[in-house]
């Protein structure tokens, strides 16, 4: 079942949210909450936490490859919840979702080309981007009626200047939090047509889903220029420094052209931990993950109450997918450095800087509140107090 808290261990930990160096060189202090990383501070499935541990139990580490049974875990995962068919012969395996972003780009793009972020969007694609020699072009999300949506007149004209080779699609999107709807989604797919756009679907969120919201895959778009990152277990079960990454297309040419390079640099198979743990999550984890999604659900609706009533100089965009929120402080009429005081010495929050993913504004922040609900109550109790102070 789902817990809230972890039991204690004697091994400490280095996570990187509390790393004090890293805390006080982007923060200037180490006296906050990290809210700044995209992980969740919950004890994972025991069904995973059963099956590492009989794996440990072996005393025995020998070679042991058993992909075809966690593509099946993964197809039947995406049946169930989403009624997405997927062959399971049609995943590629690789060590992780950003190694798998970065490989796709040096496979089907070449230095210099363009290739299309919407912003502000998750910090990493523009990273691997740049460090491939290519050129990031932006499609700047639009604001209306409180809502993040897709400038489709930018995005043609960009895919129109022949310069964009490649659209990295960021759905759930971090950190709007928006889960695109099949007609939007549709609408995309069918200007990357006219131009013979290939798409890359970062879905690494896909499951973390919000009432009122449903997740369409670009796999079920039918858009044969398309290769799918679904297969992730990181953010679901909270496996994000032992999971692998699984790449997803049912066109032949882009998936062998991906498996030749994997395999070329023997990067296609996963350790026995990441393995075993992938197929008990899938397989076992259903009930825990359902649990987990109805604690964040039932959170995410106190931070936009909360905010709404008692902080309305705040604006809060409302997620529909992914534990990431996204706050606009512009209405407290702050500097960015009064408000990265308020935030951070005040109110002890670590937030992810908006500027970070691209956005030109200062006032803009992420929260992930994939943490306790009396933590999270408490942190924004304080930034009330510190706004009214």
């Known amino acids: 079942m789902f817990q809230v808290t972890a039991k204690q261990t004697e091994i ?4 990187i949210k509390r790393d004090s160096n ?46 075809k049974t966690v593509f099946n875990a993964i197809a039947d995962w995406n049946q169930d919840r989403h ?27 070449n230095e210099g080309d363009g290739i299309l972020i919407q912003t502000p969007v998750y910090h990493q694609f523009r990273r691997l981007i740049e460090s491939a020699g290519r050129t990031a072009v932006n499609n700047t999300l639009k604001i209306e009626n409180d809502r993040y949506v897709i400038d489709f007149e930018n995005f043609e004209a960009q895919l129109q200047s022949g310069k964009v080779k490649m659209v990295l699609l960021c759905n759930p999107h971090n950190p709007v939090g928006r889960v695109w709807t099949e007609p ?19 879905e690494v969120h896909a499951d973390i889903i919000f009432k009122g919201s449903t997740f369409t895959s670009m796999a079920a778009l039918d858009y044969e220029n398309s290769l799918t990152i679904i297969g992730s277990p990181a953010k679901n079960f909270g496996l994000n420094s032992i999971s692998n990454g699984y790449i997803y297309s049912d066109n ?47 959170t995410r609706d106190w931070i936009v109450a909360f905010m709404t009533k008692q902080l309305p100089q705040v604006k809060t965009f409302v997620p529909e997918g992914t534990n990431q929120i996204w706050f606009d402080f512009s209405g407290l009429g702050l500097s960015s450095t009064e408000l990265k005081a308020l935030l951070t010495e005040q109110a002890q929050m670590a937030l992810t800087p908006g500027t970070w993913f691209g956005e030109a504004d200062e006032n803009f922040y992420r929260m992930n509140f994939a943490s306790p609900l009396e933590q999270v109550q408490a942190s924004l109790k304080q930034l009330k107090s510190a706004v009214n102070h």
């Open 12 to 15: 400490s930990d280095k996570f």
């Open 22 to 67: 890293m805390l006080k060189q982007i923060y200037g202090t180490e006296e906050v909450i990290p809210y700044w990383i995209a992980d969740m501070d919950f004890p994972i499935a025991s069904p995973i936490t059963h099956a590492m541990q009989q794996l440990v139990s072996r005393e025995t580490y020998s070679y042991e490859f058993d992909s």
């Open 83 to 109: 009624g997405l068919k997927l062959n399971p012969e049609h995943f590629v395996q690789v060590p992780g979702v950003l190694s798998a972003i970065a490989m796709l780009i040096r496979d089907f793009t």
């Open 184 to 202: 939007e989604l549709q609408q995309l797919v069918a200007i990357a047509k006219k131009y013979q756009t290939i798409i890359i679907s970062d």
């Open 252 to 298: 032949t040419a882009l998936r062998e052209k991906i498996k030749a390079t994997s395999t070329s640099m023997s990067l296609d198979h996963g350790n026995a931990f990441t393995t075993y743990a992938t197929i008990a999550a899938y397989q076992q984890g259903k009930e825990w993950f359902d649990s987990f999604l109805s604690y964040t659900q039932n």
